[in-house]
Nanobody
Framework: VQLQASGGGLVQTGGSLRLACAAS????????MGWFRQAPGKEREFVAA????????YYSDSVKGRFTIVRDIAKNSVYLQMNSLKPEETAIYYC???????????????????WGQGTLVTVSS
């Protein structure tokens, strides 16, 4: 499975961005997906996750209520709507995927098998 993330860019504090992650390759299997981010000099951190069917989602406490993860199975894509962005959320955002049973989602990076190249989000103050 190959993942292609897009949608990053420069936004002012309080602004919004919508990231997209398109999967290609062996997409016929069930994959749970997630978003992580890595700021300069910091470790990669979990942002949001979604189960294969999209029925279950999970968010880090820092983004809960502001970010929304959704998926379009027909388009083999997952999206991250980010609202009320803060300067400290400047980072490279990565999408990730792994085979999963129905309803399962994952919140740690080592649980994922496939990673996209990342897309840079810069939030100006």
């Amino acid at each position: 499975v190959q993942l292609q993330a897009s949608g990053g860019g420069l936004v002012q504090t309080g602004g919004s961005l919508r990231l997209a992650c398109a999967a290609s390759g062996r997409t016929g299997s069930m994959y749970a997906m997630g978003w992580f981010r890595q700021a300069p000099g910091k470790e990669r951190e979990f942002v949001a996750a979604i189960s294969w069917g999209g029925t279950k989602t999970y968010y880090s406490d820092s983004v809960k209520g502001r970010f929304t993860i959704v998926r379009d199975i027909a388009k083999n894509s997952v999206y991250l709507q980010m609202n009320s962005l803060k300067p400290e959320e400047t980072a490279i955002y990565y999408c990730a995927a792994r085979l999963a049973v129905s309803g399962a989602y994952y919140t740690t990076s080592h649980e994922y098998s496939y990673w996209g190249q990342g897309t840079l989000v810069t939030v100006s103050s």
